[in-house]
């Protein structure tokens, strides 16, 4: 964390946030024909939303720039959590140029994801939260699994234009407010994610001429989970739970519908409350700002459970808010 006026009273920092706008914007267009020539495309087919080949990778630009601009910006990268990154980020590179496997893809996923719990919470949940030895462990090996879960939610939730551009431009800007609101400080992971992601956005809005890719949905997850993660080691657990609550929702309630159907859950499908929307006849930027309008009043919601203390009626009512546009999302336009 910085001081929030300490860090923009800095004249560099407007600066940087104007030569990392251009070159993200620069590389971007560059990607997108260099992608083309290679052939490193998303062809369309049978659980697609695009009609046309898109440019497949945007995510392989903008995680090296989140890392750097962040760097720049005198963010202190813990060395366990960037490790963790960059086996996301390569793994999943990889995933996209030669499609690998799901269990090679996962092993990597859960190493990951056991590095950063391992190295980085384990400390703090062990000093903070839970004495019981055999407790902890058995709540490690569930906070493993929740954590490869929600990488996943993120990528499976990746799949029309914006989408996800708006769930994470979403999550930082909310994070941001209350960081103002709190203490007058400013999370510059945060602040790198939004600027990147910002632009990044407008390449990936209808109509899209590129895409993450899940070099950029799985990486992209993880470092959302990180900055949410330090909200709940705070304490402010209910706004940890509630700002990305959409995703997880359509996705784990998608999973048990294909669960109780018998159906091959792990097979890619068009089954999602937001797919469903796009076969009702909502247009991809309709769904897209939908979730936005989810995601302002989740914020609210966040924003009154720091009022009032982690207030477990908060969260409810956020259940049901999310519930309600899955359910507009479920019907006939």
């Not at 009273?9 to 990392?20: C, E, H, P, Q, R």
């Not at 809005?205 to 993450?212: D, G, M, N, V």
């Not at 959302?224 to 509630?242: C, E, N, P, Q, R």
């Not at 996705?251 to 859950?265: A, D, G, N, P």
Request: aromatic content about 20%.
């Amino acid at each position: 964390m910085q001081d929030f006026y300490g860090f923009f009273n800095n004249g560099d920092a407007f600066l940087k946030v104007f030569i990392f706008v251009f070159i993200t914007a620069l590389s971007l267009v560059i990607a997108k024909k260099i992608f083309f020539r290679w052939k490193f495309v998303d062809k369309p087919n049978f659980r697609s939303n695009h009609k046309k080949p898109v440019a497949l990778g945007g995510g392989i630009i903008i995680i090296p720039l989140i890392i750097i601009f962040s760097f720049l910006n005198n963010y202190f990268w813990n060395l366990n959590i960037l490790i963790s990154i960059l086996i996301l980020f390569f793994i999943s590179m990889w995933d996209d140029l030669k499609n690998i496997k799901p269990l090679p893809r996962l092993f990597f996923h859960f190493l990951a994801v056991t590095i950063y719990v391992i190295f980085y919470l384990y400390s703090q949940i062990d000093n903070d939260f839970i004495d019981n030895k055999n407790i902890l462990f058995i709540f490690i090996v569930f906070l493993i699994f929740g954590i490869v879960w929600f990488i996943n939610a993120f990528n499976f939730m990746d799949g029309i234009n914006g989408i996800t551009s708006v769930q994470v431009i979403s999550i930082c800007l909310s994070l941001l407010a209350l960081d103002y609101y709190i203490n007058n400080e400013i999370n510059i992971l945060a602040f790198s994610v939004l600027i990147i992601t910002l632009v990044f956005c407008y390449f990936n809005w209808t109509p899209a001429s590129i895409f993450l890719g899940d070099a950029g949905s799985i990486p992209l997850g993880f470092i959302i989970f990180v900055l949410l993660t330090d909200y709940a080691l705070k304490g402010m657990w209910v706004i940890s739970a509630i700002l990305p609550l959409y995703y997880l929702m359509d996705t784990s309630i998608t999973l048990i519908k294909r669960v109780y159907k018998r159906q091959r859950f792990w097979e890619a499908h068009k089954e999602h409350f937001y797919q469903q929307a796009i076969k009702n006849g909502f247009s991809h930027s309709s769904v897209s700002l939908k979730l936005l309008i989810v995601n302002i009043g989740l914020f609210f919601l966040s924003f009154y459970s720091y009022i009032y203390k982690n207030d477990i009626i908060i969260f409810i009512i956020a259940l049901v808010w999310c519930s309600l546009f899955m359910y507009i999302f479920s019907k006939n336009k």
